[in-house]
């Protein structure tokens, strides 16, 4: 980049000896332009129209308004007239690493759907076991290609350690790992934290069953290594306590539901005393206690803690829909790999399924609950960040995306709130805004080119004209070949 200024100015200098003026710089070459387009920048909540933005080298280098000079010359151009460009979304849940092949057939599906970077919730593992599962160097080498542009695939923008969990999981350890892999203990928490950061993943991902002393202590010794902790608040834990200990993304339509209802306390009570109530009990009983002003206190307090929160409303809607023959017959399921619907998503679809009418009539009750606190927290100034579960059952990495837009326009997020929500508040999170979510000179070209306006429905996110992946063009053509290259590698 210096290099390329310096030039410039012994040019200029050169046309000024000459008596040339500055006026009579030749145009800068660069690569691509989309030019006469409508840009929508969430970062700064503005819209400009008849804009064109130069891209070189992967970075956004000039973006110019209809009556600014045409300083730049590209070598390709995308006519951006009567089209939207946006950034590029990002999904902060997704799940790339548990099995080799989720990595593989992922990435390309998030960028024909304009996902463009990722935060991946279970990025290690004890160790590799051949085909079964991948670990963190595996990770890291995928995201060296992509960033390469030799492998077609979203920034992995954080990669996440193994889920950190309770004791009761400690008989499904591979053989030789320890048992502070699963903490019981303050002890056993802070030597998993020590070596976590050893590991080199880039957050530690809770899950429901650690027990509130190892919780305590993981957050401590987390804090002091500087390794942030994301994911599921323990079960017998409120969510201000957690957010209070530093827990930095909340995950999941679940546990924000209990703190909102009367029931929250003794709920949390009897999951300590490991008297877990049925399903049917927890349900009702939470959705009867809904105590708005409780929650609103429970808001408020988690929007001055900074904690963010991820609903992914789409693992609600399939506890509330795996009986639904249409649901279970998604077109979509072309793309995913048989293997994946055989083991997992089928099993997991069967049991949700398999619940009594009133347990399933509650789970629909539990998901459109769900909605009305994402709109309480997004009001009370929580930051929301659009998260799916990709690969979790039913979750389709990429399509699915568009359809927690969807629940988050269900939910009543006006549509540049949920732009937002999928691209700089994200950004923000991860500390990486001069880089992503947003639309401005030096910042990484991500950008979705839309044939339709989001802001008038967020729908509009999914008609896609074109991705551009650091610089990188896959205009309609190149899309779809990228999901029919997934659909015939996994031929059901
Ligand atoms: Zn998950």
Not at 274 to 295: F, K, Q, V
């Amino acid at each position: 980049m210096r290099s390329r200024v310096w030039k410039i100015g012994v040019l200029c200098l050169a046309l000024l000896l000459s008596g040339c003026g500055s006026k009579a710089v030749p145009p800068r070459a660069v690569a691509l332009a989309v030019s006469k387009v409508t840009l929508i920048d969430p970062a700064t909540r503005t819209v400009r129209p008849d804009s064109t933005i130069f891209i070189d080298d992967g970075r956004i280098v000039a973006i110019t308004g209809p009556q600014d000079a045409p300083d730049y010359v590209a070598a390709e151009e995308i006519d951006g007239e009567g089209r939207f460009l946006i950034p590029g979304l990002i999904d902060m849940h997704v799940h790339m690493a548990e099995h080799p092949v989720l990595a593989h057939f992922s990435g390309p599906l998030f960028i024909a759907n304009g996902v463009t970077g990722v935060r991946d919730m279970s990025s290690d593992c004890w160790e590799p076991r051949g085909d079964e599962s991948v670990c963190i160097d595996h990770m890291r080498a995928l995201s060296a290609r992509i960033e390469a542009g030799e492998t077609v695939g979203p920034h992995l923008l954080a990669l996440s350690s193994d889920f950190v969990r309770g004791v009761a999981y400690r008989k499904e350890l591979p053989e030789g790992a320890p048992d502070f892999y699963h903490p019981e203990t303050a002890a056993e928490a802070r030597e998993l934290v020590r070596f976590l950061k050893k590991r080199g993943v880039d957050f530690i991902k809770s899950y429901s069953s650690i027990p509130p002393a190892a919780y305590f202590a993981m957050m401590d010794e987390a804090k002091k290594l500087g390794l942030p902790v994301a994911g599921h608040v323990p079960r017998a834990m409120d969510v201000l306590e957690a957010a209070a200990a530093g827990h930095r993304s909340i995950e999941h339509a679940r546990v924000l539901l209990y703190d909102c209802s009367d029931y929250g306390t003794s709920y949390r009570a009897a999951i300590a005393a490991g008297e877990a109530p049925d399903d049917e009990t927890r349900l009702r009983e939470t959705l009867d206690g809904y105590n708005p002003a409780r929650c609103k206190a429970v808001l408020d307090g988690l929007a001055r803690s900074g904690v963010y929160y991820v609903p992914t409303h789409e693992t609600r809607e399939m506890d509330a829909r795996a009986g639904e023959s249409a649901y279970r017959n998604d077109p979509r399921l072309r793309y995913i790999p048989e293997p994946l619907m055989d083991q997992e998503w089928r099993g997991d679809l069967d049991e949700t399924a398999s619940v009594s009418s009133a347990v399933s009539a509650l789970y629909v009750h539990f998901y459109r609950h769900g909605l009305v606190i994402t709109r309480m927290a997004h009001e009370a100034g929580v930051p929301v960040m659009v998260g799916t579960d990709a690969n979790d059952t039913m979750v389709f990495p990429g399509f699915s995306y568009h359809d927690e837009l969807g629940h988050l326009a269900k939910a009543g997020l006006e549509p540049m709130e949920i732009l937002r929500a999928a691209t700089i508040v994200p950004a923000r999170y991860l500390g990486r805004e001069d880089e992503f979510g947003g639309i401005a000179v030096g910042m990484s070209a991500d950008l979705v080119l839309l044939e339709a306006d989001p802001l008038l429905d967020i729908a509009n996110a999914a008609e896609i004209a074109v991705v551009i992946f650091s610089g990188r063009v896959f205009d309609k053509q190149a899309i779809e070949a990228l999901k029919e290259n997934v659909a015939a590698e996994f031929q059901r």
